[in-house]
């Protein structure tokens, strides 16, 4: 299959896209190969769907590898970006998708299913974007290869501020990562790191697959999006590539929420 016609906005930039073994990582690693990125597809465990997603990138005539690595554990998130240099000797984007929920009743949940939950979705967006800043500094600037000396997208969530009762954990690991994007944004800007986050509304991916296990659960869950539909990777992918390429040059520290207008409050459109 010939590579997909586009405009090649993401041309000879190295792309890590952490979790992008399924979802909406696989999503965003599948968009930006088409526009040109080398890829990085990294994944936690799953070795298969990793490949697979590498095998559709490759056979669209794009380019990627597969990579493992927890990314809460501090010597893989090193291991990993060492492993980024020696194959392609810098990186350019970070897309920090990695994240997981373990839900529990705020009153039975475990120190260790709140621990897990803060270490992928928190801890593991602060070690792989210190490294991605520690080697776009590096580096250097390219700016035949992009305005920005380099772009770190957080995947944050609705739930970066909307309460959500029964998962405290995630909700907190997803406002934490609001001002850890914030404040790194203030900090790196002067030297030309612009980051983002995105923050999805419901997509189908198998993180929610049991919200939308009936079709009553999928009325249920429509409710609460004004748009009508549940989000596709897809509709992620795109997002991210316009942060990452130099159509959003300007765009850095804030939060696009992709989300079928879930923050809209849909409960108040019939007057409340
Ligand atoms: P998913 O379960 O399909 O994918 C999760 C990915 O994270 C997988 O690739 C998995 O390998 C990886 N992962 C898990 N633990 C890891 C670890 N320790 N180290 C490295 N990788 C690890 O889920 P998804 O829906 O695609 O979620 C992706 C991101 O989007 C998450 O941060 C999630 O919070 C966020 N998000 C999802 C939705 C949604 O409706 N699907 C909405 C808002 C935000």
Redesign the pocket.
């Known amino acids: 299959m010939a590579t997909p016609a586009s405009a090649q906005r993401l041309k000879n930039q190295i792309a890590l896209i952490?979790?992008?073994?399924?979802?909406?990582?696989?999503?965003v690693a599948k968009a930006m190969a088409a526009e040109g990125a080398s890829v990085i597809v990294?994944?936690?465990?799953?070795a298969d769907?990793?490949a697979a997603v590498v095998k559709e990138i490759t056979e669209a005539g794009g380019k990627a590898i597969p990579f493992q690595?927890?990314?809460?554990?501090e010597e893989?998130v090193l291991r990993m970006f060492d492993h980024i240099r020696e194959q392609f000797g810098t990186l350019h984007i970070l897309v920090?998708?990695?994240?997981?929920?373990v839900d529990a009743k705020f009153v039975d949940m475990t120190l260790a299913q709140w621990q897990k939950v803060i270490?992928?979705?928190l801890t593991?967006q602060f070690l792989c974007a210190r490294e991605a800043a520690r080697e776009f500094l590096r580096r250097g600037p390219e700016p035949e290869i992009s305005a920005a000396l380099g772009k770190i997208i957080c995947?944050?969530?609705?739930?970066e501020v909307i309460p959500w009762a029964g998962h405290v954990n995630?909700a907190t690991?997803?406002g934490g990562i609001m001002l850890l994007m914030k404040s790194m944004a203030q900090e790196l800007a002067p030297h030309k790191i612009r980051i983002n986050s995105?923050?999805?509304?419901?997509?189908?991916?198998?993180?929610?697959l049991t919200a939308r296990d009936t079709p009553e659960e999928e009325r249920d869950l429509l409710t609460l999006i004004p748009y009508g539909r549940?989000?596709q990777?897809s509709d992620?992918g795109k997002v991210a590539v316009w942060l990452a390429s130099d159509e959003a040059d300007y765009v850095t520290g804030t939060s696009i929420f992709a989300?079928g207008g879930m923050t809209l409050y849909p409960g108040f459109a019939d007057n409340g």
């Open positions: 952490t979790g992008g073994s399924s979802g909406i990582g696989a999503g990294n994944y936690a465990h799953s769907e990793a690595a927890d990314v809460s554990k893989d920090n998708n990695s994240g997981i929920q270490d992928v979705n593991g995947m944050s969530s609705v739930h995630y690991s997803k995105i923050a999805p509304g419901a997509i189908a991916t198998p993180i929610n549940i989000g990777p992620i989300d």
